[in-house]
């Protein structure tokens, strides 16, 4: 059965500075991957996914996550983080005949002015 | 609007009470989902529904009982529940079957339930 780890429960930045959102997955085929963002409150909304070709891949808000097979990772960017990016982030693999969803615990950013 | 709707954003509800939560989704998905977000806890998967049929069913208490009368309308329905219930319930659903660039799941804004 496929798994994510999300090594970081709770990450500090200061706006303006980057931002990188670790995420490990466990699967023995290639996985599908996703990263999605919840604000307080509110449902959870897609970011990006990869599932072949480019191992880069850009998603809204000027987010982008690089896949890398040999790391088993889907490392989650961003080169400068507004304080509206403060929120939880929610790493997650789809694999086998099941289309079910994995998700890892989340990660909470924190957005200093 | 993200095609997935939930009704009602908040419910407060007594341990004597029954209430239901409604899911409708506009995307023309199979697939339906409920999951429970407890804070400080992480997103726990409750039921899935393929096609109508429930495919999976986490250990979850009878007093939530869930119900998908057709492919785009999902319904829990909650009886004497329990303080510790109180969490945010989220309803996603996807198009299962193919795999296509377009899959993955579209979540509701949930529905923020309080037991007291």
């Known amino acids: 059965a496929q798994s994510v780890t999300q090594p970081d429960i709770h990450i500090t930045v200061s706006e303006g500075a980057s931002l990188e959102l670790r995420c490990n997955y466990s699967y023995g085929a290639t996985p599908y991957l996703f990263w999605y963002v919840q604000s307080p409150g509110q449902g959870l909304q897609l970011l990006l996914k990869?599932?072949?070709?480019?191992?880069l891949v850009q998603g809204i808000k000027g987010f982008e996550a690089e896949f890398k097979r040999s790391q088993s990772s889907f490392n989650l960017r961003k080169p400068s983080v507004h304080w509206s990016d403060a929120a939880e982030y929610f790493c997650?693999?789809?694999?086998?005949?099941?289309?079910?969803?994995?998700f890892g615990k989340g990660t909470l950013l924190t957005v200093n002015p | 609007e993200t095609g997935v709707t939930q009704t009602p954003r908040h419910l407060v509800m007594g341990m004597t009470n029954k209430k239901s939560l409604k899911c409708e989704q506009h995307?023309?998905?199979?697939?339906m989902y409920w999951y429970k977000q407890s804070a400080k806890k992480p997103l726990e998967l409750m039921f899935v529904?393929?096609?109508?049929?429930?495919?999976e069913n986490n250990s979850v208490p009878s007093r939530f009982s869930p119900e998908c009368p057709n492919s785009s309308h999902l319904f829990l329905h909650l009886h004497t529940l329990q303080p510790e219930d109180s969490a945010l319930y989220l309803c996603?659903?996807?198009?299962?079957?193919?795999?296509?660039?377009?899959?993955?799941?579209?979540f509701g804004s949930g529905t923020r339930l309080t037991v007291v």
């Open positions: 990869y599932f072949s070709g480019d191992t």
């Open positions: 529904y393929n096609f109508k049929e429930q495919t």
């Open positions: 995307l023309g998905h199979n697939a």
């Open positions: 997650a693999v789809v694999g086998g005949s099941n289309y079910k969803l994995t």
């Open positions: 996603a659903s996807s198009q299962v079957g193919i795999r296509t660039d377009n899959y993955g799941y579209t």
